[in-house]
């Protein structure tokens, strides 16, 4: 694997580059747990170009040409290239148990405590991070429908960014909340 050795100062607006041109499913096959660490991995010269399968051949040569880098094949450890479809969801089997609802980088599934749930297919990425999270095993992945594309990666980023402020949010009002009860319970 060639390594980049650059300053750090021009580092960090190299990883914006580098992850401008991943497809930001935050899929994780990479091997990193998401699209900006991997773009950090590459930028230290730590990741070669070539593990990012919803790229494929195009995001390899893109990633070689901003980096001055001969292309590789894609890595088959990483999985292989192509549309990975959407999720679907069995109604007659889920339990609404909701476990499914964090695991969407792009919160593309729609449902609540007790409830049926379903994939919004529009907005989903083929991430495949929901199907390992629900516990009755009725998640699976089907072809996209004929005219359908893969959503945008400037539409996943953005889910995806939005998804993060939510859980950030919750955790900091659960954590003040806490906080209150145990103001209460010292002070009652
Ligand atoms: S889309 Fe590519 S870079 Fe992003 S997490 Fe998946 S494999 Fe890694
Ligand atoms: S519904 Fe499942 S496969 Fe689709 S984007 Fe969400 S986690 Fe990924
Ligand atoms: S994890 Fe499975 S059973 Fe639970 S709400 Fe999601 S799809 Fe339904």
């Keep these: ?28 096959r990479c091997g990193y747990s998401g699209c900006r660490p ?4 590459i930028a230290r010269g730590e990741a070669a170009i070539n593990r990012c399968p919803p790229g494929g ?10 980096l001055a880098l001969e292309p590789l094949p894609l890595d088959p450890k990483c999985g292989p290239e192509g549309d990975t479809g959407v999720a679907w969801i069995d109604p007659q089997i889920c339990t609404g ?4 609802l964090p ?3 792009v919160d593309a599934i729609i449902g609540a405590q007790r409830l049926l749930h379903t994939v919004y297919a ?19 992945m089907r072809p996209r429908s004929s005219d359908a594309r893969a959503p945008h990666a400037g539409t996943n980023r953005e889910r995806y960014l939005n998804h993060q402020a939510r859980i ?3 955790a900091a009002e659960q954590a003040e909340l806490l906080a209150a009860k145990k103001r209460a319970a010292r002070d009652p």
């Excluded at 694997?1 to 994780?28: F, G, H, N, Y």
């Excluded at 051949?57 to 901003?66: D, N, P, Q, T, V």
């Excluded at 148990?97 to 499914?100: E, I, K, L, M, V």
């Excluded at 907005?123 to 998640?139: F, H, K």
């Design 1 to 28: 694997m060639e390594t980049l050795a650059l300053p750090a100062a021009s580092e960090s607006a190299l990883v914006d580059r580098i992850d401008a041109l991943l497809p930001q499913t935050q899929c994780t």
């Design 38 to 41: 991997y773009a950090q991995a």
């Design 57 to 66: 051949r195009a995001g390899i040569e893109a990633l070689a040409s901003l």
């Design 97 to 100: 148990c909701a476990r499914c």
């Design 103 to 105: 695991v969407c980088p």
């Design 122 to 140: 529009a907005d989903c990425t083929g991430c495949e991070l929901c199907i390992a999270s629900c516990p009755v095993d009725c998640i699976v």
């Design 168 to 170: 950030e949010r919750r």
